[in-house]
């Protein structure tokens, strides 16, 4: 009996540390949802409020209609480069850890190494060369700036290199009985035995290029280029203080996609991170 209670307070425990925990990661979430309904001077108040007193679309109504700001546009010039950016990734990616999972060549656990190693490098040391070679290939202010740089992602290739490896090589070998060869190998088995990993690396970057702010606002200078973070924080910094609503409205909006995308693939995101974590080689 004491056994069962204490186990019962244990669970009871971490539910009431994971819904405070919940709590404080939703609060800001919460606040800026609410606010977007709310009138400027409402917004304004001190102290703030919570719930809006009558509620009001005119933030939506103004980041939709303002004539400088033009959200659907930087919804499409964002999706559509972090899309690109995303299949760049799985195509430089997969090939390169499928080398490093099962081919044996002299250095390659050194070479993975000095991969793994370059992670800790700051993107700010690597931000002059990659602009000067931009404005070199001339794609300065365009999505191929957006798209190219970064593809050949080191996350992505220790990622699928952790599945690869936990992929029995009897598969391979009665591959080899057919004649396939590497390519083969790589395109016929691993590849179908890995769409949860693939699927998970997938979003994991489409929503790391979706949200970033610093190298889109590097390399995009005119309206047709920006990206909705870039076109957020031009929002945020012509309209502070005069009409927040709009900002707030802007920002809600730029999460939707995020959330119908988490939604869709939620069971495919949680399978892949756990089939990549379960190896420890």
């Known amino acids: 009996m004491n056994l069962r209670n204490s186990s019962l307070f244990r669970y009871a425990g971490a539910y009431i540390f994971l819904i405070a925990l919940s709590a404080f990661v939703l609060f800001p979430l ?53 899309a690109g950016y995303t299949a760049a990734v799985l195509v430089i990616c997969a090939p390169a850890a499928y080398a490093f999972a099962r081919l044996r060549f002299p250095g390659n656990k050194v070479l993975f190494a000095f991969l793994l190693v370059t992670i800790m490098i700051p993107g700010q040391v690597t931000l002059i060369p990659n602009y000067l ?42 591959a080899i009985l057919d004649g396939a060869g590497y390519f083969g190998r790589f395109w016929h088995v691993i590849l179908p035995l ?18 970033d702010l610093f190298w889109p606002i590097i390399v995009t200078s005119s309206l047709e280029t920006r990206t909705l973070p870039v076109g957020l924080s031009i929002i945020q910094s012509s309209y502070a203080g005069q009409y927040r609503p709009m900002i ?32 420890g080689r």
């Open 30 to 82: 919460v606040i800026t949802v609410s606010q977007s309904f709310m009138t400027n001077q409402e917004v304004n108040r001190w102290p703030p409020k919570i719930i809006p007193t009558e509620p009001t679309l005119e933030g939506y109504h103004a980041v939709l209609t303002q004539q400088d700001v033009r959200l659907d546009m930087w919804l499409r010039n964002s999706l559509f480069a972090a």
């Open 133 to 174: 070679l931009m404005r070199d290939l001339s794609w300065i202010d365009t999505f191929n700036a957006l798209i190219f740089p970064g593809a050949a992602n080191v996350f992505g290739v220790f990622l699928l290199r952790q599945f690869f490896m936990q992929v029995p090589q009897e598969l391979e070998e009665a």
């Open 194 to 211: 890995s769409t949860n990993a693939l699927t998970a690396l997938g979003i994991f970057v489409f929503l790391g290029h979706y949200n």
């Open 248 to 279: 707030l409205a802007g920002a809600v909006l730029s999460t939707v996609p995020i959330l119908i995308v988490y939604v869709i693939f939620q069971r495919r995101i949680i399978q892949g991170v756990t089939l990549t974590g379960m190896g």
